[in-house]
């Protein structure tokens, strides 16, 4: 499923060509914190995950953005030993959003993700999961932006485990090939 969704995503994004005529296709890197929760066995996690991104987004009237993206969690750094840790993962979303001023872009990012976990108490667990963030780009120069971002990521139960939670806060910089 997630696959299909990825397909459908670039397919948008790259077939919209009236849409997407003044857009822009863009890689970036960030460094965020993230917290694993699950409500049954009261684990915690928290890391410092890597992300790199690929997308193509633009503007579809004066003020109206619409990106789609492409993602993956390269490795986490363990900031403890607690629990429910994820270790990889990658996934794709939309970026539907609105431009607040000539250099500043707010968006909410609408996507699907797949993770490795490693619970504590057994083996490795690939699980899919939905995601809702809110996320701010300020253009630094014609070709970099700054992003920050929120994003909640709710999990499919697995191995005892229900339903685990992610809150992840991340900071990044793209590059748009314009």
Do not use: C, W
């Amino acid at each position: 499923m997630l696959k299909k969704f990825v397909v459908a995503g670039a397919a948008l994004a790259l077939s919209s060509g009236l849409a997407f005529a003044s857009g822009a296709p863009y890689i970036g890197a960030s460094i965020g914190e993230v917290t694993n929760t699950t409500n049954s066995l009261n684990r915690n996690y928290r890391g410092m995950p890597f992300m790199v991104n690929a997308g193509y987004g633009a503007l579809l009237s004066q003020n109206l953005y619409l990106g789609a993206e492409i993602f993956g969690t390269l490795g986490t750094l363990t900031l403890d030993d607690n629990g429910l840790k994820s270790t990889y993962g990658y996934g794709g979303s939309l970026l539907p959003g609105i431009l607040l001023g000539e250099h500043t872009l707010t968006y909410v990012r609408l996507g699907l993700v797949r993770s490795r976990f490693t619970p504590s108490s057994s083996t490795n667990r690939s699980v899919n999961g939905g995601q809702l963030g809110l996320g701010l780009q300020l253009g630094l120069t014609q070709n970099v932006d700054l992003r920050g971002e929120y994003v909640f990521t709710a999990y499919q139960s697995f191995s005892g485990i229900s339903t685990p939670r992610q809150d992840q806060f991340n900071l990044g910089l793209i590059y748009k090939f314009e």
